[in-house]
């Protein structure tokens, strides 16, 4: 397999995957991002290469974008134009016998627990922590130091932000929302937000 890649997006987080890519052993030929001022005033990157929708994809992709719902977007628009992703996983980030799906990017110090079962397109950032017999599906963003406890589910485009904490067994369903700093201590149901420790619904 070729170790060219592309990186959907340009922003803070597609800088970060850029050198993630290359400590990884990786050769990022270029960004794709709507926005062709993306890296203005900004040296040492490759460049934009075009759009969602104008970009060649001769080559696979790593997918950057944080927002979840923006992220799954992009997916579906360059999946429908024949683009296939890549997976990042950093040398320096631990996966302990357990499966994850296709383009998951995970950052450096990253942890995924023995048995943990994870869908598609899996972020973690620094220090993000998924704990033994997770299941999770497609779409999980885990920012910096966010843990997940051994045998918690959680559904599809859950965003865990800064140290945000689900405790073992706890269920998180679709589209759910946790703040930083909140501590889950309840089941919390589909495409709720919660925040605060305990965490509560808002």
Known sequence: MTSHVLILGAG?????????AREAGL????????NPAALDGRTGYAPILGGVESAPLDVPILCAIGQNTARRVCVERLRARGGSFATLIHPQAKVLHAEIGPGAVLAPFAYVAADAKVGAFLFMQTGAVLG??????DFLRMDTNAFVGGYATLGH???LHTGAKVMPGKRVGDGCTLGAGSVLLRNL?????AFGVPAQRV
């Open 157 to 159: 485009g859950v965003t």
């Open 27 to 34: 050769h990022p030929l270029g960004f794709i991002d709507d």
């Open 189 to 193: 149901h589909a495409s709720a937000t």
């Open 132 to 137: 033994h017999d997770v299941c999770a599906g």
């Open 12 to 20: 803070g987080l597609g800088r970060e995957v850029f050198h993630w």
